[in-house]
């Protein structure tokens, strides 16, 4: 536990510093390295970080996909992604005894769609100061929250089992509190928001988010189980003391961004 403490303070400490470069070419550096970190924990985790070019060209597509470039030439990213996507299947076709089917699929999820979901930080970065500021800590918190508040719930009310076969510490009951404490906290994180900036909260779209949110939150984790269940791992990676890899600590945001990004375009929060 005190490993686990200790980590998330440095993390928090590091989150803020890069909250305070926000509008830098830093983050930019940081979400390219959380991408190729999260590509290559499960390029590892299938068996393949061995095969060194492999793993470069991996690394590099990884990058590209969580730029800012990417969105900048979108027809130019999606030309590269028809051209990836075959070499994917070149893998497939003249490698077959080293490199499976399974495997270069799931090269593919962890250098196409994961960094895809990081580089959602740049596209909040869109809208304009402080803005971007909410929408990005608004999603970290549905998502860091979530998890802790379902964690002491499950502690000291949990009795029933949320899905025994996949997580077996996850209890209905800590689940219900996750939702609860995300709406809670989440709704006094806009308002203090709201209070110190001056915008006008549309709490209506906001509040029916949060628990939609934390139900996305809670899926993303129950999905990440299973596939290191699958895979038959304990943790993505060990870069977080206590808490495992860039997977272990961001596979519930990586289901919160997006949504909360699409929502946000229809039934805006502020």
């Known amino acids: 536990m005190k490993t686990r403490i200790i980590s998330a303070v440095v993390g928090l400490v590091i989150l803020a510093a890069v909250v305070l470069l926000f509008e830098t070419p830093v983050l930019d550096v940081v979400v390219a390295l959380l991408s190729v970190c999260a590509a290559y924990e499960v390029?590892?985790?299938?068996?393949?970080?061995?095969?060194?070019?492999?793993?470069?060209?991996?690394?590099?597509f990884a990058a590209f996909f969580s730029s800012s470039y990417y969105h900048t030439f979108s027809s130019i990213a999606s030309f590269v992604d028809f051209i990836f996507a075959g070499v994917v299947l070149l893998f497939v076709l003249t490698d077959k005894e080293e490199i499976k089917f399974t495997n270069a699929a799931a090269a593919f999820f962890a250098v196409l769609i994961i960094p895809k979901t990081f580089s959602m930080i740049l596209l909040f970065r869109?809208?304009?100061?402080?803005i971007c500021y909410f929408l990005v800590l608004l999603s970290l918190a549905i998502a860091w929250l979530n998890d802790t508040c379902a964690y002491f719930s499950g502690y000291f009310f949990g009795k029933r089992k949320l899905c025994p076969e996949i997580s077996?510490?996850?209890?209905?009951?800590?689940?219900?509190?996750?939702?609860?404490?995300?709406?809670?906290?989440?709704?006094?994180?806009?308002?203090?928001?709201?209070?110190?900036t001056g915008y006008e909260i549309k709490w209506v779209n906001l509040v029916l988010f949060i628990p939609i949110g934390a139900v996305a939150a809670i899926f993303g984790d129950l999905c990440a189980s299973v596939i290191k269940r699958q895979l038959d791992i304990k943790d993505y990676g060990k870069i977080m003391p206590g808490h495992g890899g860039v997977l272990d600590r961001f596979d519930s945001w990586l289901f919160v961004a997006p949504l909360l990004y699409m929502w946000n375009i229809y039934f805006p929060f502020i």
Not at 43 to 60: D, E, Q, W, Y
Not at 126 to 130: C, K, L, R
């Open 43 to 60: 390029i590892n985790a299938v068996g393949l970080s061995g095969k060194r070019g492999f793993t470069v060209v991996c690394a590099v």
């Open 126 to 130: 869109n809208y304009q100061n402080p």
């Open 168 to 196: 077996p510490k996850k209890t209905v009951e800590g689940a219900i509190g996750g939702v609860f404490g995300d709406v809670i906290i989440c709704s006094l994180l806009a308002f203090v928001f709201g209070m110190v």
